[in-house]
């Protein structure tokens, strides 16, 4: 399983070691990645994700998983995430 957040997409990024020389050696800044499970209140059950603390915060923020899907753009989500966000939308829509 990739290193990727599957809410908002964020990954690894790279940088540089810089030493008190000024020495530079390339490195990866990881995300802080958790595994959590997150319950729909429109669908009645929970789903499991492994998301990045920001993206927690975010989804507390807008209020539960069901807000945080209505307002996420699909590119960003992963394809279990896609899945989810389409169950919410269509049990909202009846």
Known sequence: ???RCELTGKGPMSGNNVSHAKNRTR???LPNLQDVTLQSDVLGRSFKFKISNAA???VDHRGGLDAFMAK???V???AEAL???KEI???TAA
């Open 27 to 29: 490195r990866r800044f």
């Open 1 to 3: 399983m990739s290193r």
């Open 56 to 58: 927690l915060r975010t």
């Open 72 to 74: 996420a753009k699909d």
């Open 89 to 91: 939308s269509k049990a």
């Open 76 to 78: 960003e989500l992963s």
């Open 83 to 85: 899945k989810v966000k």
